[in-house]
């Protein structure tokens, strides 16, 4: 089962968050039928939302997105408060290594654009700031904007680490975050750790990555586990969703895929599952 620990330093100026999103990213994959680049990218963007959402109270959702203008295309990821998280990528399709290394290549295929960040507190007026693609990697991305937007000095480091078959084999990462009781003295020792720190890859995969991610955080400093949450993805569609999209629809489109198209297929763009809409169905809404 996946997971977030949330941390704390003893001194109360720094926190940190560490995850475990194999089996989100690994499903994300299934469901969309995703290829190495599209996946990493993919499960990039899963990962970051889900420490986003981390950081919200109450009832809230997290909706990222990350707009490129290349291979990609865009990547769509909803969270919640609850752990859930769904998200889909444009072109899932895009499989390209670098041919000396094989590694996944995924920044000079976002291209340039935007990381946007949408926080809907549930009160009818949602939250929403924007930055633009630093490197395309998606972990650096995210972390310019908690700079920038948030205005909370961050360090981030994500990814998503794929076997032979290119399936998902681990992905996970860590946010560590500045807060006000801080010293420059404390400042310069995390920095310098952090510096220091072996590559994300390399304590992805670790025996144990969750300890491996808050030995390289803390080194020798206390800290405390504030908490240890599960995550998973999970996509909220439904019938009944769907129907009262169809609703909305005038009903002459409505009456024309019922003559026309004798029913109507929906497919979830998160989850790709499909939903069947019959004549009767179609004929049940124009009536209504």
């Known amino acids: 089962m996946d997971k977030l620990i949330k941390s704390i330093s003893e001194s109360g100026a720094f926190r940190a968050y560490v995850l475990d999103s194999t089996e989100t990213v690994s499903l994300a994959q299934k469901k969309h039928n995703s290829l190495s680049s599209s996946t990493v990218a993919l499960g990039r963007t899963l990962i970051a939302n889900q420490m986003l959402v981390a950081n919200q109270k109450g009832d809230s959702k997290v909706t990222v997105k990350v707009i490129g203008n290349s291979s990609l295309g865009h990547i769509i990821s909803v969270a919640d408060t609850d752990g859930h998280v769904k998200g889909y990528i444009q ?38 700031s924007t930055t633009p693609l630093i490197t395309g990697e998606i972990g650096e991305d995210f972390a310019y904007y908690l ?30 975050q500045v807060l006000p009781e801080a010293s420059e003295e404390e400042i310069a020792r995390y920095e310098q750790r952090i510096q220091n720190m072996p ?82 169905d179609l004929e049940a809404l124009i009536n209504d």
């Open 199 to 280: 590559a994300i890859s390399t304590l992805l995969e670790s025996d144990d990555h969750i300890n491996a991610l808050l030995s390289a955080i803390y080194g020798e400093e206390p800290y405390k586990i504030l908490s240890e949450e599960t995550l998973s993805f999970a996509c909220d569609c439904s019938q009944e969703r769907f129907e009262a999209a169809l609703q909305t629809l005038d009903k002459t489109e409505l009456k024309t895929m019922k003559d026309e198209d004798h029913g109507a297929e929906i497919i979830c763009q998160f989850c790709g599952t499909k939903y069947t809409f019959t004549e009767a």
């Open 91 to 128: 072109n899932s399709g895009v499989d390209i290594k670098r041919t000396a290394t094989g590694e996944v290549l995924v920044g000079p295929l976002m291209g340039d654009g935007h990381f946007v960040v949408i926080v809907d507190y549930g009160t009818g007026t949602p939250y929403t």
């Open 147 to 176: 700079t920038e937007s948030e205005q909370t000095p961050s360090a981030v480091g994500l990814n998503v680490l794929l076997d032979e078959k290119d399936k998902v084999k681990v992905a996970g990462g860590f946010m560590l």
